[in-house]
């Protein structure tokens, strides 16, 4: 991706985030200079992998299969207290989607917070060859079992949302215009708990063709 569609992605996501009334920490606006100049006190925000996150999954078509994300929350090996949680907010695009995966670890409620229905395609992982199943599964939805099969679509409609296990592998995208989608789970750890059914890079390769506006989650200065 090019960092000028870096900057501007985050731009309109701060502007879809006040249509609906989410408000973000205050440190999600510092730019890169002002992050020269925090200490150690900015610590957990770093070592967590919290903030902004905008990926293409290196696939180099963000409008097709591309997520913005901004992570609020999380824990990490080595933090005294351990933090057992994870919260992030999203937006899936129209048609936009994320790529089929699924997670060893992480169990994770998806939430439509509002704007468009948020579609969601599912099948079962089988655990010894993690390749898609043809088996039936059961998942929450609002709190209620519901029994699938595999391919089955499910549309969240704002206010609801739907509780994955691991090894279900999901696909989503918003429907009818972008999508506000929160994201409550155990701990998040993008670098070893994500098995994509492609093999996909996890974060975009940046040509910087402006100066940056905003830090992401993987760029913040020691």
Same mark, same amino acid.
């Given at each position: 991706?090019?960092?000028?569609?870096?900057?501007?992605?985050?731009?309109?996501?701060? *502007?879809?985030?006040?249509?609906? &009334?989410?408000?973000?920490?205050?440190?999600?606006?510092?730019?890169? &200079?002002?992050?020269?100049?925090?200490?150690?006190?900015?610590?957990?925000?770093? %070592?967590? =992998?919290? =903030?902004?996150?905008?990926?293409? #999954?290196?696939?180099? *078509?963000?409008?097709?299969?591309?997520?913005?994300?901004?992570?609020?929350?999380? =824990?990490? @090996?080595?933090?005294?207290?351990?933090?057992? /949680?994870?919260?992030?907010?999203?937006?899936?695009? *129209?048609?936009?989607?994320?790529?089929?995966?699924?997670?060893?670890?992480?169990?994770?409620?998806?939430?439509?917070?509002?704007?468009?229905?948020?579609?969601?395609?599912?099948?079962?992982?089988?655990?010894?060859?993690?390749?898609?199943? *043809?088996?039936?599964?059961?998942?929450?939805?609002?709190? %209620?079992?519901?029994? #699938?099969?595999?391919?089955?679509?499910?549309?969240?409609?704002?206010?609801?949302?739907?509780?994955?296990?691991?090894?279900? /592998?999901?696909?989503?995208?918003?429907?009818?215009?972008?999508?506000? %989608?929160?994201? %409550?789970?155990?701990?998040?750890?993008?670098?070893?708990?994500?098995?994509?059914?492609?093999?996909?890079?996890?974060?975009?390769?940046?040509?910087?063709?402006?100066? @940056?506006?905003?830090?992401?989650?993987?760029? /913040?200065?020691?």
């Amino acid at each position: 991706m090019k960092r000028s569609e870096i900057n501007k992605q985050i731009e309109t996501a701060i *502007d879809f985030f006040n249509q609906h &009334s989410f408000r973000l920490p205050p440190w999600a606006f510092l730019t890169p &200079s002002e992050w020269n100049g925090k200490g150690a006190e900015y610590r957990e925000i770093r %070592v967590a =992998g919290l =903030g902004w996150d905008i990926t293409d #999954f290196a696939k180099g *078509d963000f409008a097709a299969e591309g997520l913005t994300l901004f992570t609020l929350r999380n =824990g990490y @090996p080595g933090r005294v207290p351990y933090k057992t /949680y994870c919260e992030k907010i999203m937006i899936a695009g *129209d048609r936009q989607v994320t790529p089929t995966h699924f997670h060893w670890k992480k169990m994770e409620d998806i939430i439509n917070r509002g704007g468009a229905d948020l579609c969601l395609q599912l099948w079962k992982a089988d655990e010894r060859t993690e390749e898609i199943t *043809d088996a039936p599964f059961t998942a929450l939805l609002d709190g %209620v079992a519901k029994n #699938f099969h595999a391919g089955d679509i499910v549309r969240l409609h704002p206010g609801e949302s739907i509780c994955f296990e691991p090894y279900i /592998y999901h696909q989503f995208w918003g429907d009818g215009g972008a999508a506000l %989608v929160g994201e %409550v789970s155990t701990v998040n750890d993008d670098g070893g708990d994500n098995r994509f059914l492609q093999s996909l890079g996890r974060y975009p390769l940046i040509v910087e063709d402006e100066p @940056p506006r905003y830090c992401l989650c993987n760029e /913040y200065p020691a």
